[in-house]
């Protein structure tokens, strides 16, 4: 397939790296579209107030690459409409430094913004994100983003699953329905681990914020959240948590209420 790439975590992303890599070895034809800088937590916003630049850049992935300094919903509007020369059959954003399962983060996560920002062009489209655990994710910022060691080997996996399940997925979704696959992989994630369909989980996560500092300002800090989901529901963050893939099929047309697929 001729597949547009984006991500949310910015065109320097091994993570991202790794996908394109596996996405090639399939045989796929790449035009790679990636913010400039890291957009994480950016959701679905398009850059309205200033002008957006986009450029041509190598990085030595084998095939036609630019980044554009705003956000994944940027990337991929501004390439469906002015910069790729042909059209492509489907959208891949990923892989996403972290998991983005829960109402709570599919929301507000550039990686399934990207997707589905193809969604909304009418084509088929995918988001792949690696969970990672918070002393793993210490270590790759202090390592300037080089995973190394189990995670290396983790992101190679995934990637590998990636591949494959773009080749399964991406036919499967009828143009102009607004639907996406959402795509967790746990860590570790091996050759063998299981993929599990899901729902994503009911999540509250209330306090983002810090309380304000002496200049007012509040800084964003962590929090685990609370998962009020039912009991039984075999949801993206339960799955995850226990092990395997998680598969979410994303239909926005059912926003509105229980409507006919």
Same mark, same amino acid.
């Given at each position: 397939m001729k597949l547009l790439v984006t991500n949310d975590d910015g065109? =320097?992303?091994? $993570?991202? *790296?790794?996908?394109?890599? /596996?996405? &090639? &070895? #399939?045989? *796929? &034809?790449? @035009?790679?579209? #990636?913010?400039? !800088?890291e957009q994480s937590w950016t959701g679905a916003a398009k850059t309205r107030? !200033?002008? +957006?630049?986009?450029?041509? +850049?190598d990085r030595k992935f084998g095939c036609p690459t630019w980044t554009v300094d705003g956000t994944p919903s940027d990337c991929v509007n501004i390439a469906l409409a002015h910069l790729l020369p042909e059209k492509v059959d489907g959208v891949v954003s990923g892989m996403n430094v972290g998991f983005n399962c829960t109402l709570a983060f599919i929301i507000a996560s550039g990686t399934v913004a990207g997707a589905w920002e193809g969604a909304l062009h009418g084509l088929p489209a995918i988001a792949f994100s690696q969970d990672v655990t918070e002393e793993v994710y210490v270590h790759l910022k202090e390592s300037a983003g080089q995973p190394d060691g189990e995670l290396l080997q983790t992101l190679k996996n995934s990637a590998a699953h990636a591949a494959r399940m773009t080749d399964e997925l991406l036919p499967a979704i009828a143009p102009k329905t607004f639907t996406i696959h959402n795509v967790n992989f746990p @860590?570790?994630? !091996?050759? =063998?681990?299981?993929?599990? !369909?899901?729902?994503? /989980? *009911?999540? $509250?996560m209330p306090g983002l914020f810090s309380p304000a500092d002496d200049d007012g300002t509040h800084r964003l800090v962590w929090t685990a959240g609370k998962d009020v989901s039912p009991e039984g529901l075999l949801t993206d963050l339960r799955v995850v948590s226990a092990q395997h893939i998680s598969h979410s099929i994303l239909d926005y047309r059912r926003l509105g209420g229980n409507l006919p697929a």
């Open positions: 065109i =320097d992303s091994v $993570f991202m *790296h790794e996908l394109i890599a /596996a996405l &090639q &070895q #399939a045989g *796929h &034809q790449l @035009y790679v579209v #990636a913010p400039a !800088r107030n !200033r002008s +957006v630049k986009s450029a041509v +850049v @860590y570790p994630c !091996r050759p =063998d681990t299981e993929v599990k !369909r899901t729902v994503p /989980a *009911h999540l $509250f």
